[in-house]
Structures are given as structure tokens and as C-alpha cells.
């Protein structure tokens, strides 16, 4: 598994502790809004700063469509 995916799958467990749901359901969320790969696009900047920041991220694109920042 590469530095990307690991992140991804830490992402996943953490965005979905947060929300109270399980992985499968963020998952089908994510992939529902069409978002999946944009977050797993957005390693860059999602690494880099608190994981709050990508949760607010995430919301927003689930909300809009659209990043945050």
C-alpha cells in the first residue's frame, strides 16, 4: 500500500468515528456525492494540516460539491 492509500484509509476511519458511522457508509456517502476521488486526490493538502481542516473540507464538498479553501 502506497503513502497515499495509507492516508486515505486513516482518513476514512477517522472522518467516519467522527460522523459515528461505519467506514462502509462514509464510503457509499462519498462515493454517492461523487467525492471519493477527490479526496483521495487531495493527499496534498489534507496531510499537510489538522484533520478538523479535512473534515470541514469533506463537508463542504458533500454540501457544495466544492472545497473549502
Known sequence: MNEKMEF???????YAAY???STGEV????????????????YW?????RIE???EDINSLIATGKHAW
Do not use: C, G, P
Open 8 to 14: 486515505f484509509s486513516y482518513l476514512l476511519e477517522y
Open 19 to 21: 460522523k459515528k458511522k
Open 27 to 42: 464510503l457509499r456517502e462519498w462515493d454517492n456525492y461523487d467525492i471519493t476521488q477527490k479526496i483521495y486526490d487531495s
Open 45 to 49: 493538502e489534507y496531510h499537510t494540516e
Open 53 to 55: 481542516n479535512a473534515f
